[in-house]
């Protein structure tokens, strides 16, 4: 609810902020803000610089908090990721991987030959060799 009720103010902002012109400062900050009710509170826009202050009625006094700006935090995100990306770049390609020598090769084909073999005779109830399954 209360993100409807700040998109809702957010798509507002333009139109309340074209109240006075961008030129010329209030003389004085009456119409600076303008409010809008919630079932929590109410929201507080701030018609000059855009911010939304989401406020609760605590006994007797406004208490506002900034609601988050999704928008900063998106460009927050997105910087990041630039800089991780380009650090990745710069870094060259992912580390060479080592590859298995030939007798770690051979070892662990003679356990899938044999994982091969014990599930044959599984799969045709032969009994093994000894006795083991």
């Known amino acids: 609810m209360r993100t409807l ?19 010329e400062p209030p ?24 911010k939304v202050s989401l406020c609760v009625t605590k006994d007797g006094m406004a208490q506002c908090r900034a609601a988050a700006d999704e928008r900063a935090a998106y460009e927050t995100e997105i910087a990041d990721l630039r800089r ?7 870094g060259g390609a992912a580390p060479a991987l080592r590859l298995p020598s030939d007798e770690e090769m051979d070892k662990a084909l003679g ?3 044999k994982f091969i073999r014990r599930m044959n005779r599984a799969m045709r109830d032969e009994p093994a060799p000894g006795g083991q399954l």
């Open 27 to 50: 003389a004085s900050d009456n119409g600076r803000y303008a409010m809008t009710t919630t079932p929590d509170g109410f929201l507080r826009l701030d018609t000059r610089t855009g």
């Open 5 to 23: 009720c700040l998109a809702t103010l957010l798509a507002l902002a333009p139109v309340l902020a074209s109240a006075q012109p961008a030129s």
């Open 111 to 113: 356990f899938m030959e």
């Open 84 to 90: 991780q990306n380009e650090a990745l770049r710069k």
